[in-house]
């Protein structure tokens, strides 16, 4: 796996890094995928948020977060009190992963040689955001972030050291399609909770 490091533009801006990102090949995740979903959300953002990858509804349209788990990751931000114009969207790979079951397909989580292999775009597009705060949704969004594996339950809720290579302090909590996945109703919402607080946790940190 080459990774995406040639495919990305030194010293780009947001824009030019989406349109750099149509042609990345640096692993195999381009071919079966519809097209490759970059960000959402302004580049002058105080806040980014990263996430796993593209769902299916997001392979489909080209835009992160517009399906199920978008939305409840919306609602969490609106429950903090912050503006969806104040957080930068992205996830840690661009491209949709997943398996076929007949004409369905179904979600794939990236293996770490796809987050590595991404890892570029994300290192681009902090350096051209500089948020004041970075939030990792998700352990594949941490494994990208911090470099490292590590528990959701054991890191959330703390306001982590910048990781090697990033100037901004990291803030990891669930990903939103968790909070999906919770059948009973009282645990999905203090599961929906939880998230809001990390949320606030992260905007407090922003001037
Ligand atoms: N949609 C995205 O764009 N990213 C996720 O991590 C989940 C859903
Ligand atoms: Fe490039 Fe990332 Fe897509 Fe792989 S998933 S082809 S590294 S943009």
Redesign the pocket.
Known sequence: QPGADQWVPPHAAVDDLRRAAEDCRGCELWRDATQV?FSRGPAGAAIMLV?????DR?DLEGE??I?P??QILVEAITAADLAEDDVYMT?AVKHFRFERRGKRRIHDKPAVGHIVACHPWLEAEVAAVTPEVLVA?GATAARSVLGRTVKIGEVRGRVLEPPAGFASPVVVTA?P?SILRVRDSADRESAFNALVEDLRLAADLIA
């Open positions: 979903v996430g796993e990858q593209p769902g997001e992160p977060f399906g788990a978008g996830n949704l990903h399609s």
